[in-house]
């Protein structure tokens, strides 16, 4: 493939197929290869990332769209496989039969989250090389509701039943392992005041909770006008999005930092307090962001 990729001109790399207008981005990302994802993102301009297929979808859409379609498997793997415990456990006779049962399931479950995971991945490879966050797969319209990537975000946590599931770290990316861990909030260190801490309730940590988070990090806004319609459409997930209100609304007069500047102020702060500014060309970072903590810091 990088043979192909490396002989092939801008053209074909953004050609869009007779039918869906599917370009190869659209495919690979259809599929769920992200190492396809990868190749094509690094030998494609960025430009590509936001060439729309016959309905709108951008690469982005497509792939949370294909996340969506998943968690019903998931769902139903994830109820046969604790249906068949259940079974075993009350009657004993039954057990080699519910354990070949559950055993297959098992399988079953870990390639439908194979999948989830690489998805999940080209969702951060393709935000990190300039997805249009606001992009919306159907015309505008004032009666419809747009259905920017943030919603399909939002919709994996409604219908996911499986409570997450534990994101494979070190096959993937550490960002995404930790946004789903940790509260934007935690993630700043504030000390935020907010109802829904106030109240104490229980904010979701999940893959699912952390791709919603990315999105919004990477610079998704959350605007007023919208805020009535997400709490009306996503009741279920009323701390996530308190979450995200509370992030937007901290900053009135610019919009909340992004993504990368708070990389770039935990960098600065790490090297502080090691006090050891003075290596940062040591630091395997790159060329840009060292530059940048030398010009601001140094």
Request: charged share 20%; with cysteine.
């Amino acid at each position: 493939m990088k043979e192909v990729l490396s002989r092939c001109s801008e053209q074909q790399l953004s050609h869009r197929s007779s039918g869906s207008l599917n370009t190869p981005l659209h495919m690979s990302v259809m599929r769920g290869d992200f190492e396809c994802v990868r190749l094509l993102l690094e030998y494609s301009p960025h430009k590509h990332v936001n060439i729309p297929d016959k309905y709108g979808n951008t690469a982005l859409h497509l792939a949370l769209k294909s996340m969506l379609h998943n968690i019903p498997y998931l769902n139903a793997a994830k109820e046969h496989i604790a249906a068949s415990s259940e079974v075993g456990r009350e009657n004993q006779s039954f057990i080699p039969a519910a354990s070949k049962s559950n055993s297959s399931q098992k399988h079953v479950f870990e390639q439908l989250t194979w999948f989830q995971h690489n998805a999940i991945a080209i969702v951060e490879a393709l935000v990190m090389a300039g997805a249009d966050l606001h992009a919306t797969c159907c015309p505008p319209s004032a009666n419809d509701f747009q259905y920017y990537p943030l919603i399909y975000a939002l919709r994996l946590c409604a219908e996911d039943e499986t409570e997450g599931f534990i994101f494979e770290q070190e096959k993937f990316s550490s960002m995404l392992h930790l946004v789903s861990q940790q509260t934007i909030q935690s993630l700043q260190r504030w000390k935020v005041a907010s109802t829904c801490m106030e109240e104490n309730i229980i904010t979701k940590f999940s893959v699912y909770a952390g791709v919603v988070r990315l999105l919004v990090l990477a610079g998704t806004e959350v605007s007023n006008r919208m805020r009535a319609e997400l709490f009306q459409r996503f009741s279920s997930e009323t701390s996530l999005i308190n979450e995200l209100c509370v992030f937007w609304d901290s900053c009135r007069i610019e919009k909340p930092p992004k993504l990368i500047h708070l990389a770039k102020q935990k960098i600065r702060l790490h090297l502080a307090s090691v006090q050891k500014l003075h290596l940062i060309s040591q630091i395997p970072l790159p060329p840009c962001l060292q530059d940048y903590v030398k010009i601001n810091y140094l």
